[in-house]
Nanobody, 114 residues
Framework: QVQLVESGGGLVQAGGSLRLSCTASGIVFSNNVVGWYRQAPGKQRELVATITGGGSMNYVDSVKGRFTISRDNARNMVYLQMNSLKPEDTAVYYC????????WGKGTLVTVSS
């Protein structure tokens, strides 16, 4: 069984930073595209950042220059460093692994106050 567990969410003031972590079990994802998505109330789930097995990264325009995705294949983990947070970043953030199917964590809530 494949499980993804996110951690690191919480309440932070605008301009602050958080680091989200995702730990995967039941799968070795060194060759997989992994990423972070987010969903705010009343909105569709949005791709935030992805990173390929070769280390190529993509970001949604709204987080470029502020967020950094990284991976540690030895620890089977993916991270999202979030700096200069804005209230509009408030959402539930989900970890994703693209394999034979897409695997998802249950999410971690990030709330950014003004």
């Amino acid at each position: 069984q494949v499980q993804l567990v996110e951690s690191g969410g919480g309440l932070v003031q605008a301009g602050g930073s958080l680091r989200l972590s995702c730990t995967a079990s039941g799968i070795v994802f060194s060759n997989n595209v992994v990423g972070w998505y987010r969903q705010a109330p009343g909105k569709q789930r949005e791709l935030v950042a992805t990173i390929t097995g070769g280390g190529s990264m993509n970001y949604v325009d709204s987080v470029k220059g502020r967020f950094t995705i990284s991976r540690d294949n030895a620890r089977n983990m993916v991270y999202l460093q979030m700096n200069s947070l804005k209230p509009e970043d408030t959402a539930v953030y989900y970890c994703n692994i693209k394999a034979w199917v897409d695997f998802w964590g249950k999410g971690t809530l990030v709330t950014v106050s003004s």
